[in-house]
């Protein structure tokens, strides 16, 4: 039905939510019709066509949303919603593999470019803004307002297999590794029961929660297929070799020119470096084994520059055949394995595992002072459930030193990293700052969220002076709702009409309605009113604010930047606090309007 719709004399329409294009290519694949192959890049080549608004910055009016503001031959970076373009660019790699297209070839390099060198978190995340769910600009990563939403992660792991199999080039499963191992499994929770939608890399006192579903639910249906997939990406096969890409321990049968191969590997990997590769050839011996030598394994966080490790890496990969070293040639990334097969040899690989820092191109303004942990293929983040309860005030410099731990509160087999970096306090009076070293606990990102919600960051600072800056700003706060926090809200005496909040966003609004809360203040001091809004909210969020029935602002909320939150100050008049231990703070909208949202509340000095 849908070839003989969408077709020349027939429709000829863009498909708004891509997705088609690759399940043309698997039925091709399954059938070896020729027509499912032709449909798939109708649809790719329905793109470009259609008329917007060039010179919109919307991208939805300009086209950019669904990618369709370009033939797709001619688009060079990554834009609009992240998982649309994802699951486009993975079709691009398909036409470009199967019909041999140099044109689709040279667009999709060139779009991988854009993405592993501007627009990729270090988590293997894609999509840096909550509006429109989209890719940035290049270089546009923020931490607290990452979007990062699972579904993204599972097509950037999806779109790096097809460039694999374009190209053959070990950095491709680096990247679907990255994404795999941080951003797919942080979007379950280890119950399998909970889940992620946004995986942000920074969360406030508020912190972030899993939920058991969505109205969108598209990221539990999409693990839910994704998940079991996993075995079929360990390992690969041309035909002169077998292409071992992934390590897992596992036992399975490979299919080599139409002969069985039985495959094992032993390996506690990622905790620990090592593997051993059983091998146990059916039908045939003549064939090569390639091993993927992990780019982080030789001093290459990501293949681009947007992440550089911190100083000397300590120790090389090593191989061994039948215990014996084993000295071999790289091709494409791979260790390149040649034997007469025979039942029982054994590939013994050796990775260096030990923990390393990282930092960012100094184009992410965002991460310029800041560093990240990692260890093999994992990145750790600091949070508060091991850290006296707060990470804001913890550095890691250079100098850190770092020790392995396991984690049993967490999970059987996780393993922590002890790091001696830095905390810093500053004295009630502002005056005194002292810096003294302390034990600073990171776990692997995937594994922050499950004992309550609270802070975390994945980047910490490497001096001070960022965190002294906050802490003074902190010292300044008389009381603070943590918005969404169901504890918080209450005892903050949250009321309301028609309003609603979301715990994984950690906002709260009123459509056509208000909330307001209790706070203290300080009856002898000026006070001033700190709400924190998201800096893509606009269109109908109008609204009045009030001190105890008295109104001190009118807002309008519109786009003002990319994705960041702002904190804005409405002063207190005197004679509203004066004599006073607490007020009502509240936010009305307007007819027809919505009050806020806003994700943090606070009074301060």
């Known amino acids: 039905m849908v070839c003989s719709v969408f077709r020349e004399g027939g429709l000829k329409i863009a498909p708004g939510h891509e997705v088609i294009e690759m399940a043309l290519v698997r039925l091709y694949e399954a059938t070896g019709d020729e027509k499912y192959l032709h449909q798939s890049r109708y649809f790719l080549e329905s793109r470009g066509h259609k008329v917007f608004d060039k010179n919109s910055l919307d991208i939805r009016k300009s086209g950019m949303y669904w990618q369709d503001h370009l033939p797709v031959t001619e688009q060079k970076e990554a834009v609009g919603h992240a998982v649309r373009a994802l699951y486009l660019y993975s079709g691009m790699a398909d036409i470009a593999l199967y019909m041999q297209d140099k044109a689709y070839l ?191 394994a030789e001093g290459d966080v990501v293949p681009s520059d947007l992440y550089s490790f911190i100083g000397q890496k300590n120790g090389d990969v090593q191989i061994q055949l039948n215990g014996k070293p084993y000295k071999y040639r790289k091709e494409k990334g791979y260790a390149v394995v040649t034997n007469k097969w025979k039942k029982g040899d054994v590939i013994a690989i050796s990775f260096p595992m030990e923990p390393r820092q990282v930092i960012t191109h100094e184009a992410v303004k965002t ?148 909330f307001s809360y209790d706070l203290k203040v300080l009856p002898d001091k000026p006070m001033e009113l700190v709400l924190t809004y998201h800096s893509t909210d606009g269109g109908n969020r109008q609204f009045e604010i009030f001190i105890d029935e008295t109104k001190i602002a009118d807002q309008s909320l519109r786009t003002e930047t990319f994705d960041l939150f702002m904190d804005h100050p409405y002063p207190i008049p005197e004679s509203l606090t004066k004599g006073k231990d607490k007020v009502t703070v509240k936010l009305r909208a307007l007819p027809g309007n919505i009050a806020g949202g806003i994700f943090g509340c606070k009074v301060r000095q």
């Open 106 to 296: 040279n667009a999709i390099d060139t779009i991988w470019n854009n993405i592993v060198s501007k627009k990729m978190y270090i988590t293997g995340g894609l999509g840096s803004t909550a509006n429109n769910e989209a890719f940035g600009k290049n270089y546009e990563l923020p931490n607290a307002t990452a979007y990062c939403e699972t579904c993204a992660s599972i097509a950037n792991c999806m779109f790096n297999l097809r460039m694999f199999k374009l190209h053959g080039d070990s950095k491709y499963i680096d990247v679907l590794e990255r994404s795999l191992y941080n951003t797919v499994l942080s979007g379950i929770s280890i119950s399998g029961d909970k889940f992620f939608y946004p995986n942000v890399l920074e969360t406030n006192k508020n912190g972030q929660e899993r939920s058991l579903w969505f109205d969108c639910s598209c990221c539990p249906t999409n693990l839910s297929r994704f998940i079991p997939a996993v075995p079929g990406y360990i390992y690969a096969v041309d035909d002169k070799s077998i292409y071992a890409n992934l390590f897992v321990g596992s036992s399975g049968e490979v299919q080599f020119n139409g002969r069985k191969v039985l495959l094992e590997q032993q390996t506690d990997y990622p905790w620990s470096g090592d593997v051993k590769i059983v091998i146990n050839p059916v039908e045939t011996n003549a064939f090569d084994m390639k091993i993927r030598i992990p780019g982080w």
């Open 367 to 514: 991460n310029n002072g800041l560093v990240a942990v990692e260890r093999g293929p994992l990145v750790y983040c600091a949070e508060f459930a091991d850290n006296n309860g707060e990470v804001r005030n913890l550095s890691l410099p250079e100098t850190t030193s770092y020790e392995l731990k396991s984690c049993p509160d967490l999970a059987n087999g996780i393993y922590m990293i002890n790091a001696i970096g830095k905390k810093y306090t500053i004295s009630s009076d502002m005056k005194d700052v002292k810096a003294e070293d302390a034990e600073i606990r990171l776990i692997p990102y995937y594994a922050r969220a499950y004992r309550g919600a609270g802070e975390m960051k994945v980047w910490l600072p490497r001096d001070g002076e960022k965190i002294i800056a906050n802490l003074h700003d902190e010292l300044r706060v008389v009381d603070e709702v943590l918005i969404a926090n169901d504890d918080s809200e209450q005892k903050h005496n949250l009321q309301g009409e028609n309003t609603r909040a979301d715990k994984s966003g950690g906002w709260r609004d009123a459509q056509d309605g208000w």
